[in-house]
């Protein structure tokens, strides 16, 4: 019993990580098949009883839910399929031709009330709740459904003109377009099911950060590769090196965020999710800074800024070094250096320093560079 259980347990997972199904799978390419090698009511059988079986299959795998627009879809497909065989002619259904023609018209009509019932949604405004990998899933299935409403119209038209062109004596033709319009079909579901897989892959590898409100509440997430929201704020993780009475900077030219123009640290990252601020801050000495690998990082401050229209919640820490020249050899070469205390001030007067660093140089010179000038001015040190 444990056994079957753990089993059980195993197929649960591995369906969790599996991307959805193909749009139509189950009645779609399957049913262009089986009227190729069956009656056309044998193949309607063997249609519903591997839909039936599926479904049953997803249940106990615990992926039902996330493919159930594909299983209520095919269910839809499958029931007009087999009205269509009791309202036209027997002759048209006696050719697999005719059978596939049927098959194309159901799916052409699902996915006119599909268009139909997202107008009526966006109408209505009604919110789909899905998170980004959900939506990113949507737009890739949307996708997919354009290139089966074409290739569906373009095998009806590529049918009617083999049923009209063809000469009575060359009917077997009829049998190699059918043929044709199988291979074209499968071929298609499997560079879907190829490009699903790939987009699945992407999204785990992917990095993401939270979406936080004004209280530090996450609210959602945005991708790394294209971090913009204006739901909340984005969090950003700052580390200053400080040396005496200096501080390492570097001139920015960055346009893309985190960064900001002006001379600032080069020190910065984004904080993504399951990621601490202090583990991100370590994370930055122990890439940057060559042979100072056990200096731990001192929180400092958290402020809220925005930069380019874009709100952020900003970390601040701060590492002491003991020597300048420790720093001389970056693990990681930038065009840093070490900036006096005196100068940064005349050039804020300037504006050419960064936006972060103007925020927090109140909040520095009343707390750490005033200690460093406290300690160097003791006689005692």
């Given amino acids: 019993m444990k056994t079957l259980y753990s089993i059980y347990r195993k197929i649960r997972r591995t369906a969790a990580s599996m991307p959805p199904l193909p749009t139509e799978l189950f009645t779609f ?3 262009l098949t089986l009227v190729q090698l069956c009656p056309p009511a044998v ?8 839909l039936l079986s599926s479904i049953l299959l997803l249940w106990i795998a615990g992926a039902l839910w996330s493919n159930r627009s594909i299983v209520g879809r095919s269910l839809f497909v499958l029931l007009l399929w087999g009205g269509l065989f009791f309202a036209v002619p027997r002759e048209l259904t006696e050719m697999p031709l005719g059978s596939q023609a049927l098959l194309l018209i159901s799916y052409l009509v699902s996915s006119i009330i599909m268009v139909l019932f997202r107008w009526f949604k ?13 939506r990113i899933l949507r737009v890739e299935r949307l996708r997919f459904e354009r290139i089966l409403v074409i290739s569906s119209l373009a095998g009806l038209i590529f049918q009617a003109l083999c049923a009209q062109l063809c000469p009575v004596e060359h009917r077997n033709l009829l049998h190699l377009a059918s043929i044709f319009i199988i291979l074209f079909t499968w071929a298609v579901y499997a560079l879907e099911s190829i490009h699903l897989i790939w987009v699945q892959r992407r999204l785990e590898r992917e990095e993401w950060i939270p979406v936080l409100s004004d209280d530090q509440r996450p609210i959602g997430r945005v991708s790394k590769t294209s971090p913009a929201s204006e739901e909340g704020r984005l969090p950003v993780v700052r580390l200053l090196a400080i040396s005496r009475d200096m501080i390492y900077l570097e001139d920015s030219e960055s346009h893309s965020l985190p960064n900001a123009e002006g001379y ?3 020190f910065l990252s984004w904080l993504t999710e399951g990621s601490r601020p202090e583990q991100v801050a370590q994370r930055l000495i122990d890439l940057r800074f060559c042979g100072i690998r056990r200096a731990k990082p ?3 401050l958290h402020y809220h800024e925005q930069i380019k229209d874009q709100a952020l919640s900003v970390y601040l820490f701060a590492v002491d070094i003991a020597e ?17 205390i005196d100068l940064l ?14 925020t927090e140089y109140p ?15 003791s006689p005692h040190t």
């Fill in 29 to 31: 390419p399957l049913g």
């Fill in 43 to 50: 193949a309607w059988i063997a249609v519903a009883a591997v």
């Fill in 122 to 134: 966006a109408k209505r405004k009604i919110v789909s709740g899905l998170c980004i990998r959900g």
């Fill in 264 to 266: 600032d640290t080069p």
């Fill in 298 to 300: 001192r929180f400092l």
């Fill in 324 to 340: 300048p020249n420790q720093l001389l050899i970056d693990c990681l070469p930038t065009r840093g250096k070490w900036w006096p």
């Fill in 345 to 358: 001030t005349s050039e804020l007067e300037r504006g050419g320093i960064a936006r972060y660093l103007c």
């Fill in 363 to 377: 909040y520095l010179e009343q707390t750490l560079l005033l200690a460093h000038r406290l300690r160097s001015s």
